[in-house]
Structure formats: C-alpha cells, structure tokens
C-alpha cells in the first residue's frame, strides 16, 4: 500500500501533484576559495590594526613633549589615630564622671553617671514617672493657642476684608 502522506509525481512530466518543476541539482560541496579569502583578509586586518597600535603607542606616547606622570602625597587625615581615640575616650570618660552646666538659665545641668543611678534607685518606681508640669490653659476668647484670637462677641466682621 502506498504511503498516503507522500507527494504525488508524475513521472512522464517531471512535476509534482502541485505542479512545481525540480530545480537544479544542488552542488555537493561549498567553494573553498572565497571562504579562504575572507579568513585571510580578517587576519590582514587585525594584523594590521595591532600594527598600527604599536606604532602609536611608540611614536605618541612615548614622544618627549609628554609629561611624565606625576605622583601626589597620601591624605594626612589623621597623624596619630590611637592617640586621639586615647584623648577622645579619656573627654567622654571625663564628661560622664564630673558635674557642669548644660544650660544654667534653664537649670540644666551634667552630673557624673553613678551620682545619676543612686538617685534613681533612691525613688524607686516613682523615677519613671511623667514629671509634673504644670497645666497650660489658652485665656478665654483664644482659639486654643492658634496665632490670633477670635474677635469678642458680638463685633465679628462680615468678611476677612472688613477685619482688617
């Protein structure tokens, strides 16, 4: 039984069912020559090209009107590192043992850490509590403390205009 999914042929004609003639035979091997060709010209040229490269870099870079590279000191940032974190530590140390004011207009002031500790223990739960302040009433007619207050009563102006 023939195979159902083959192309049909006619034989007599040389055509298939379709009607398409056969082209030439393909030829069996590819031409040598110009692949060889090609290959060669791109080695010319890379060849070439490194040539010239070299002649730049002797003629150009190497020429005597080129400024020899010039060498520049390392940053100074610190001289003596262990020493100043010796003098930094020995500030801190000295800040958090002794007394001195903060802000003696407002009566604030710095004591020694210990001193700190002690006197919290002394009051026991009572040191975490809020401290008292005392209550801030806005006086009568204010909006609450915004930036103007609200005219008396009775006078209000009819529009922003009219207040000024």
Known sequence: MPDASAPVRDDAVGHDAVGHAEGPPEAPDIRLKPVLLTGLLIV???AATLAALRVY??????SP????ARTFAGPALQRDPQGDLARLLADQRRRLDSYAWVDRAQGIARMPVAEAMRRLAERGADAYAA???PER???FGSRG???????????????????R
């Open 131 to 133: 401290p008292l302040q």
């Open 145 to 163: 403390g915004a930036a103007s207050p609200l005219p008396p009563p009775g006078s209000a102006a009819a529009s922003p205009r009219e207040a």
């Open 44 to 46: 010319v040229f890379v």
């Open 137 to 139: 009433v806005p006086p």
């Open 65 to 68: 009107n080129t400024e020899p």
């Open 57 to 62: 870099r002797d003629t150009v870079i190497t």
